[in-house]
């Protein structure tokens, strides 16, 4: 069954204090990985996608990163604003008229000032 | 550009009572439809996913059903609601094949928050 898993299942940081979210995935030949953010009682903004194994993508302290097994999302210097939960999810291969992605349970991210 | 609404924000109902929540899509056409649930500190969990007017498809054997009456909207209902019904809904859309690639996502609304009491 293809599985995306994200860890840690919570993080918390010191302003300014860099580090990075994990999200591996079971998927093989998967078309595409996707990170949202999701503020508490909203729904889940699209951040980035990565398709190819080297790919990176960055948003202000954000860069995302792709290798054949997993998925970075590294965040430089975080300020308060950047805390929420940070979902990760996948489009499985093979052609699907509904697109269905699989999402992890998400990395509750904190940062305190 | 494209917008999603969901209404309400939140809605408090008694066990038994029906349901009825709203999605509609503005700025594009044909989308591809979905309603999720998320409980409290848990990943999304598809129920739903419709590809055109009338079409549905569900994820997960359950006391909801979805409709699609209108190219925009989409609706989730139930008959009578139970306890484990609460939870935090989200419809989502997203570009329907073959117009989407590989890189397209989907996009989600601000969601409705569901308590059963």
């Known amino acids: 069954e293809d599985q995306v898993t994200q860890s840690p299942e919570a993080l918390r940081l010191q302003e300014g204090e860099s580090s990075s979210l994990n999200c591996s995935y079971t998927?093989?030949?998967?078309?595409?990985l996707f990170w949202y953010r999701q503020d508490p009682g909203k729904g889940p903004e699209f951040l980035f996608t990565?398709?190819?194994a080297g790919e990176e993508k960055e948003k202000e302290r954000l860069k995302a990163t792709l290798t054949k097994k997993e998925s970075f999302l590294h965040i430089t210097a975080p300020k308060p604003e950047d805390s929420a939960t940070y979902l990760c999810?996948?489009?499985?291969?093979?052609?699907?008229?509904?697109?269905?992605?699989?999402f992890g349970s998400g990395t509750r991210l904190s940062i305190r000032p | 550009s494209q917008t999603i609404h969901q209404w309400p924000a939140t809605l408090v109902q008694p066990v038994g009572s029906p349901l009825s929540l709203e999605c509609t899509v503005e700025?594009?056409?044909?989308?591809?439809l979905y309603w999720y649930r998320q409980a409290a500190g848990r990943g999304l969990q598809l129920l739903f996913y419709?590809?055109?007017?009338?079409?549905i498809s569900s994820e997960v054997p359950q006391n909801l059903s979805a409709s699609r009456p209108q190219d925009r909207q989409f609706i989730l209902s139930s008959k009578k609601l139970l306890l484990s019904d609460s939870g935090f809904y989200l419809c989502?859309?997203?570009?329907?094949?073959?117009?989407?690639?590989?890189?397209?996502?989907?996009?989600f609304g601000p969601g409705t928050r569901l308590l059963v009491l």
């Open positions: 989502a859309w997203g570009p329907p094949p073959p117009l989407a690639g590989v890189r397209e996502t989907q996009y």
């Open positions: 998927v093989s030949g998967l078309r595409g």
């Open positions: 990565l398709y190819s």
């Open positions: 999810a996948v489009r499985p291969p093979g052609y699907s008229s509904a697109s269905k992605i699989i």
């Open positions: 700025g594009t056409s044909n989308p591809n």
């Open positions: 419709s590809v055109g007017i009338g079409q």
